[in-house]
Each structure stands twice: as C-alpha cells, then as structure tokens.
Nanobody
Framework: QVQLVESGGGSVQPGGSLRLDCAGS????????VGWFRQATGKEREGVSG??????TVYYSDQVKGRFTISRDSNTVYLQMNSLKPEDTGVYYC???????????????????????WGQGTLVTVSS
C-alpha cells in the first residue's frame, strides 16, 4: 500500500523560501502523478501544483506561478516555494494518482477528486 509523507513545512517571513517534500513508502512514486494542494483556515482546499509520472505534464495555479517549482526523483516530489506571501499560509497536502503511462492530463492534476492517496499534511505559515 502506497503511503505519502510530507515534510518541510514551517514558519517563514514574507519573501522567504521553503521546500516541501512528498515521499512515498510502500512502492516507488515513479508510476504516480503527484499534486500539491493547500487549505487555509476557513477556506476550501485548492490546487497548487502537479506533476505527471514522467514529468511531461506540469501545472501551477495562477496564485503560485513564477514563485513555486515542482520537481521529482524516483521516490520524492519536491515543491520549492520562493517569494512566499502571507496568503500562502495553510496546510499543504500532497496526493497521488496512478499514472503508469505518464499521460495524465493537466485537468486531472488540478482535480482533488481524482486523487487516490493523500498525505497527512504539513503546515506552512508566512508571517512577519
């Protein structure tokens, strides 16, 4: 059974950087597309970024485009977050969809209902 574990959250001042890691256990993440989502207090969960199983498909929400970078190796997906803003505060979750052939669509990466496996979340706080 695949499990996901997020790490790297914490507190940072506006303009700072953090890197979130999403590690898979059970089997390698090679054949899974992985997405990052976040949820602020009192708000709905929203998509942040996603990457296909072969990295051919990548998406970023308009709110983070140009500031966040998603990447992956065989068993971990990374989210590098630069120029952080207070509105980036929230619990960040990674999630996985089976993507053996690497053909996942960008629209699928953006849809939380498409994901089969979720991590427990890691808190990011951006505040002065």
């Amino acid at each position: 059974q695949v499990q996901l574990v997020e790490s790297g959250g914490g507190s940072v001042q506006p303009g700072g950087s953090l890197r979130l890691d999403c590690a898979g256990s059970g089997i390698p993440l090679d054949f899974f597309a992985v997405g990052w989502f976040r949820q602020a207090t009192g708000k709905e969960r929203e998509g942040v970024s996603g990457i296909g199983g072969n990295s051919a498909t990548v998406y970023y929400s308009d709110q983070v485009k140009g500031r966040f970078t998603i990447s992956r190796d065989s068993n971990t997906v990374y989210l590098q977050m630069n120029s952080l803003k207070p509105e980036d505060t929230g619990v960040y979750y990674c999630a996985a969809i089976q993507d053996i052939r690497g053909f996942v669509a960008e629209s699928t990466l953006q849809d939380p209902a498409a994901y089969q496996i979720w991590g427990q979340g890691t808190l990011v706080t951006v505040s002065s």
